[in-house]
Structures are given as structure tokens and as C-alpha cells.
């Protein structure tokens, strides 16, 4: 079972990355996914869930109308497209699945290594 995110990097502040989340070893497609992202000292917050059908989808408040969550169950993929970066998005983000949509981390059962994201201002 994996997932693994790639996509990150370093960005100006109000530039765009298109972070990816591939799994393998599970059905995927049956999972709701989600991105958290975790800053240094912080938490690990969430960010974006998408059902496992694509008709639902939810954002934290300070990422609406910036960040889009999709997905490609053909590929099994999941997909977050971050435009108008700021400084504060600047953290590790993760992918995850679990059996249920929820803003929870303790809802999902896999999760990815990782992948940094660093807006300069």
C-alpha cells in the first residue's frame, strides 16, 4: 500500500503548484482522499477532501476560492492545484485515503510521505 506525492517546491508568493498523489496496492478508487499539510511547529491541518465519486468536495476556509481538489480514478491519482500561493500555505503536504469523507486525520488510513511546499514572500 502506497501513496506518494510529488509536486512540491519552491514558489513566489502569488505563483501556482499542482501537487500529484499516485497509490498503488489498494483499491484506491473506492476511498475518499484528502490533503493535509502540517507547518513546522503546527499541526497537521486539513486542507481538501474529494469523495470517492468526485460529486463532493470540501475546503478549508483559508484555501477557498484558491485551491482545487481533483481526481483520476483511472490513473489513481488525486490531484491539488494551489494558485495564489502565500507564505503562510508554506508546509508538508500530504495525501491521504480513508473509507469516509472527513476534515479529520483520524479518519484515514493511508497517508503519504510528504511533499514540501515553500512560498517566498
Known amino acids: 500500500v502506497q501513496l506518494v506525492e510529488s509536486g512540491g517546491g519552491l514558489v513566489q508568493a502569488g505563483g501556482s503548484l499542482r501537487l500529484s498523489c499516485a497509490a498503488s496496492g489498494f483499491t484506491f478508487s473506492i476511498y475518499h482522499r484528502a490533503w493535509f499539510r502540517q507547518a513546522p511547529g503546527k499541526e497537521r491541518e486539513f486542507v481538501a477532501s474529494i469523495s470517492w465519486t468526485a460529486s463532493t468536495t470540501y475546503y478549508a476556509d483559508f484555501v477557498k476560492g484558491r485551491f482545487t481538489i481533483s481526481m483520476d480514478n483511472a490513473r489513481n491519482m488525486v490531484y491539488l492545484q494551489m494558485n495564489t500561493l502565500k507564505p503562510e500555505d508554506t508546509a508538508i503536504y500530504y495525501c491521504?485515503?480513508?473509507?469516509?469523507?472527513?476534515?479529520?486525520?483520524?479518519?484515514?488510513?493511508?497517508w503519504g510521505q510528504g511533499t514540501q511546499v515553500t512560498v517566498s514572500s
Open positions: 491521504a485515503a480513508g473509507p469516509a469523507g472527513s476534515i479529520s486525520r483520524r479518519e484515514y488510513t493511508y
